[in-house]
């Protein structure tokens, strides 16, 4: 077996893994996608951070991965153009990605305080939307990046995504809120 379809096969037997945890039990019964369609998106997401990982030009520590159903979303931050651009060719050569939008900002700009800052922002956007009893805010993930607050996700209800992009909008230090929340 070749060492890259022996990574893909450790990739993808954690993935398994993972699945059968509580956690992503949770996860699964709130998610707006079939079993199936979430293993497919996490083997795309794991194909295209494999990759990101291994190219020489994008080291893709700092973009996150996330897939809705086919469609990538790659958030996070890089230190050059070519690097965004590489990052966004890998993930439109993955099999099975049907489109790729970005939201990768400079580098230029962070610091170890503006990643705290982010982390901060991250979690009380998530508590304004978990205490609202009436939102299933399970199904919206939040990443900030130098205090753009980027939601992601599938809900099932306009009114969910509006509240998210709102209780993102009244934190504190949000430059910038992206709203890629797809529905149903």
Request: hydrophobic share 45%; net charge positive; aromatic share 6%.
């Amino acid at each position: 077996m070749s060492s890259n379809r022996l990574i893909i096969a450790i990739i993808l037997a954690g993935l398994v893994s993972f699945h059968m945890s509580g956690c992503a039990v949770y996860n699964v019964a709130r998610d707006e996608r079939s079993v199936g369609k979430i293993v497919d998106d996490k083997i795309i997401a794991s194909k295209i951070k494999y990759q990101l990982f291994r190219d020489d030009t994008v080291k893709g520590l700092d973009i996150s991965v996330y897939v809705f159903l086919g469609k990538v979303f790659l958030v996070g931050a890089v230190e050059n153009k070519a690097q965004k651009k590489k990052a966004v060719i890998i993930s439109k050569n993955i099999e099975g990605v049907k489109s790729v939008k970005e939201y990768i900002l400079s580098k230029d700009k962070m610091s170890l305080g503006k990643k705290v800052d982010d982390r901060a922002i991250t979690a009380k956007v998530k508590v304004k939307m978990i205490k609202d009893t009436e939102m299933k805010s399970t199904q919206i993930y939040v990443k900030t990046i130098l205090g753009h607050v980027v939601l992601l996700g599938i809900v099932e209800d306009k009114k969910d995504m509006t509240k998210a992009v709102n209780y993102a909008r009244s934190v504190d230090n949000v430059t910038n809120v992206v709203n890629f929340i797809m529905l149903k």
